[in-house]
Nanobody, 123 residues
Protein backbone atom coordinates (compact mmCIF):
# COMPACT_ATOMS: atom_id res chain seq x y z
CA UNK A 1 0.00 0.00 0.00
CA UNK A 2 1.09 3.55 -0.67
CA UNK A 3 0.38 6.47 1.60
CA UNK A 4 0.60 10.11 0.60
CA UNK A 5 0.91 12.74 3.29
CA UNK A 6 0.29 16.32 2.23
CA UNK A 7 1.24 19.44 4.09
CA UNK A 8 1.01 23.15 3.47
CA UNK A 9 -1.92 25.09 2.22
CA UNK A 10 -4.00 27.54 4.20
CA UNK A 11 -5.35 31.05 3.77
CA UNK A 12 -3.53 33.79 1.89
CA UNK A 13 -4.40 37.10 0.31
CA UNK A 14 -4.41 37.52 -3.45
CA UNK A 15 -0.89 38.03 -4.74
CA UNK A 16 0.59 35.99 -1.95
CA UNK A 17 2.42 32.67 -1.97
CA UNK A 18 1.95 29.23 -0.51
CA UNK A 19 3.81 25.98 -0.79
CA UNK A 20 2.57 22.43 -0.65
CA UNK A 21 4.47 19.22 -0.14
CA UNK A 22 3.51 15.58 -0.49
CA UNK A 23 5.54 12.65 0.78
CA UNK A 24 4.92 9.12 -0.45
CA UNK A 25 5.65 6.02 1.59
CA UNK A 26 5.18 2.30 1.10
CA UNK A 27 6.72 -0.47 -0.95
CA UNK A 28 7.53 1.83 -3.85
CA UNK A 29 9.94 0.44 -6.41
CA UNK A 30 9.77 3.38 -8.79
CA UNK A 31 7.94 6.65 -9.19
CA UNK A 32 6.52 7.18 -12.65
CA UNK A 33 5.03 10.59 -11.92
CA UNK A 34 3.70 12.71 -9.09
CA UNK A 35 1.42 15.63 -9.43
CA UNK A 36 -1.07 18.03 -7.96
CA UNK A 37 -4.73 18.29 -8.81
CA UNK A 38 -7.35 20.62 -7.43
CA UNK A 39 -11.08 20.67 -7.04
CA UNK A 40 -13.11 23.78 -6.40
CA UNK A 41 -16.69 23.60 -5.10
CA UNK A 42 -19.06 22.54 -7.84
CA UNK A 43 -16.24 21.84 -10.29
CA UNK A 44 -14.45 18.76 -11.51
CA UNK A 45 -11.01 17.84 -10.28
CA UNK A 46 -8.38 19.23 -12.62
CA UNK A 47 -4.68 18.78 -13.16
CA UNK A 48 -2.53 21.60 -11.80
CA UNK A 49 1.00 20.33 -12.39
CA UNK A 50 2.81 17.05 -12.83
CA UNK A 51 6.42 15.91 -12.74
CA UNK A 52 7.60 12.62 -14.18
CA UNK A 53 10.26 10.33 -12.82
CA UNK A 54 12.66 11.74 -15.37
CA UNK A 55 11.98 15.28 -14.23
CA UNK A 56 9.73 16.47 -17.03
CA UNK A 57 7.02 18.86 -15.94
CA UNK A 58 3.67 19.95 -17.25
CA UNK A 59 1.33 22.66 -16.02
CA UNK A 60 -2.22 23.73 -16.50
CA UNK A 61 -2.36 26.88 -18.60
CA UNK A 62 -4.02 28.73 -15.73
CA UNK A 63 -0.98 28.32 -13.46
CA UNK A 64 1.92 28.56 -15.91
CA UNK A 65 4.43 31.15 -14.80
CA UNK A 66 3.00 31.26 -11.27
CA UNK A 67 3.33 27.72 -9.93
CA UNK A 68 6.42 25.53 -9.86
CA UNK A 69 6.44 21.79 -9.24
CA UNK A 70 9.58 20.04 -8.09
CA UNK A 71 10.48 16.68 -6.67
CA UNK A 72 12.97 14.94 -4.44
CA UNK A 73 13.27 11.37 -5.70
CA UNK A 74 15.23 10.16 -2.68
CA UNK A 75 12.55 11.43 -0.30
CA UNK A 76 9.72 10.44 -2.66
CA UNK A 77 8.36 13.92 -2.13
CA UNK A 78 6.83 16.42 -4.49
CA UNK A 79 6.49 20.15 -3.88
CA UNK A 80 4.30 22.84 -5.35
CA UNK A 81 5.36 26.44 -4.97
CA UNK A 82 2.44 28.74 -5.67
CA UNK A 83 3.12 32.43 -6.28
CA UNK A 84 0.90 35.32 -7.34
CA UNK A 85 -2.11 33.47 -6.07
CA UNK A 86 -5.55 34.47 -7.29
CA UNK A 87 -8.98 33.92 -5.73
CA UNK A 88 -9.74 31.47 -8.52
CA UNK A 89 -6.93 29.26 -7.22
CA UNK A 90 -9.08 28.52 -4.20
CA UNK A 91 -9.69 24.77 -4.05
CA UNK A 92 -8.81 21.56 -2.30
CA UNK A 93 -5.46 20.46 -3.65
CA UNK A 94 -4.79 16.74 -3.97
CA UNK A 95 -1.49 14.99 -4.42
CA UNK A 96 -1.38 12.08 -6.84
CA UNK A 97 1.33 9.47 -7.26
CA UNK A 98 1.73 7.08 -10.18
CA UNK A 99 4.09 4.47 -8.78
CA UNK A 100 5.22 0.90 -9.22
CA UNK A 101 5.07 -1.10 -6.01
CA UNK A 102 6.20 -4.53 -4.94
CA UNK A 103 3.48 -7.17 -5.11
CA UNK A 104 4.49 -10.68 -4.13
CA UNK A 105 7.25 -11.78 -6.45
CA UNK A 106 6.45 -9.08 -8.95
CA UNK A 107 5.33 -5.50 -9.12
CA UNK A 108 2.25 -3.54 -9.99
CA UNK A 109 1.66 -0.01 -11.18
CA UNK A 110 -1.07 2.07 -9.64
CA UNK A 111 -2.28 5.55 -8.83
CA UNK A 112 -2.80 6.89 -5.33
CA UNK A 113 -4.34 10.03 -3.89
CA UNK A 114 -3.61 12.11 -0.83
CA UNK A 115 -6.33 13.30 1.52
CA UNK A 116 -6.34 16.83 0.11
CA UNK A 117 -5.39 20.17 1.59
CA UNK A 118 -7.39 23.38 1.42
CA UNK A 119 -5.99 26.45 -0.29
CA UNK A 120 -8.03 29.62 0.10
CA UNK A 121 -7.09 32.88 -1.59
CA UNK A 122 -8.95 35.96 -0.43
CA UNK A 123 -9.46 38.99 -2.64
Amino acid sequence: QVHLVESGGGLVQAGGSLSLSCAASGSIRSTNAMGWYRQAPGKQRELVAIITGSGSTNYADSVKGRFTISGDAAKKTVYLQMNSLKPEDTAVYYCNADVTTARGMGSIRGGYWGQGTQVTVSS
